[in-house]
């Protein structure tokens, strides 16, 4: 393969990607479902915002935003099934008890810990060794403000967490099991390993003070862009959504087997921070992971940062050990 020429690196000489919105499927079939692949994404967002900005306080908390984020997925799980990116990307049984997994271990063991050593519970450690008070003038912001920052500051923080990833080994380990995956649909953000899910969710937004409202409408927004991020469904995404927000098809390129296509879009919500730093590669791609596709079972999962971080030791240290080849660095 002979790639395509992005900046200064050359895409998709190693796996196929393809570069440029022009050259990206289009939702097929008459004007009604032309309409509603279009302007979903749009319509979520705003309704998911405007629920929480107008909410009454009695409904306006976590235990709704759980339930809200379950039956939207839910949702589209089942637009999944109606008009798929790929029919290689189709869920099929094993997948899914695999996703169930982790999703079970995400709203379980990981929300545990994250609650003793997450990012909230550090920054309310060192709250108060540091005067914060000249920061409280955020709670005077408009609403809607305090959610974007919210948002941003904690995405900001995970661009560099994720970009830091690919180019430090150690970080790499974990993160790599990820990139492991060889299909979307709507629970793949979930799968990985429990070291890289938990890095991956740390923050500083915590150290500002904002209403609470404004952290449920951080939500909505991380909810209704963030989603689309590991998702089977071909939309007609609007020109402005994919220059501002992050979409499946940016992150089907990071997942891409070509190397230097999996080293672009590390933003999670807002794509112009790539854009901004110069890792923005617009395009999509459908054959998605690592040594050639190998799918990795769960407890292989579990273990493979570990094991190969232990391979990697004895290889420096000059005992034997078979070499592996790194996809990242």
Aim: proline fraction near 4%; include cysteine; aromatic fraction near 16%.
């Amino acid at each position: 393969m002979d790639g395509i020429r992005v900046g200064k690196r050359i895409i998709g000489s190693e796996a196929p990607v393809t570069i440029g919105w022009e050259n990206i499927g289009r939702v097929e079939g008459g004007p009604v479902k032309r309409f509603i692949f279009t302007w979903f994404q749009p319509v979520a967002l705003f309704a998911l915002i405007a629920f929480w900005y107008y909410a009454p306080n009695s409904i306006a908390k976590a235990s709704t935003a759980i339930g809200i984020g379950i039956a939207f997925k839910a949702l589209l799980l089942g637009l999944e099934w109606v008009n798929p990116r790929y029919d290689s990307w189709r869920l099929t049984w094993k997948e899914m008890v695999t996703d169930l997994f982790y999703v079970g271990l995400g709203y379980t063991v990981l929300r545990i810990v994250d609650g003793y050593i997450g990012s909230d519970a550090i920054v309310h450690a060192i709250q108060h060794s540091f005067d914060w008070d000249k920061f409280a003038w955020f709670t005077g912001l408009p609403l809607l403000v305090q959610a974007f920052l919210i948002s941003f500051i904690f995405d900001f923080g995970q661009y560099w967490m994720h970009r830091g990833m690919h180019n430090w080994y150690p970080l790499w380990l974990p993160h790599s099991v990820h990139h492991y995956i060889t299909q979307f649909n709507i629970n793949k953000g979930a799968v990985g390993n429990p070291v890289e899910l938990f890095l991956i969710g740390l923050g500083i937004g915590g150290l500002f003070d904002f209403l609470p409202r404004a952290a449920l409408l951080a939500g909505a927004i991380s909810l209704g862009v963030g989603v689309y991020m590991h998702i089977n469904v071909r939309f007609n995404t609007p020109r402005w959504w994919r220059f501002v927000f992050n979409t499946t098809e940016h992150h089907s390129v990071h997942h891409s087997q070509d190397f230097e296509a999996s080293r672009s879009n590390f933003a999670g919500i807002y794509i112009f921070i790539d854009r901004i730093f110069g890792t923005c590669v617009d395009g999509e791609a459908e054959v998605l992971g690592l040594e050639g596709g190998r799918r990795m079972a769960i407890r292989e999962q579990m273990t493979y940062p570990f094991t190969e971080g232990w391979r990697s030791l004895k290889e420096r240290f000059g005992r034997s050990a078979p070499a592996q080849p790194v996809a990242a660095e």
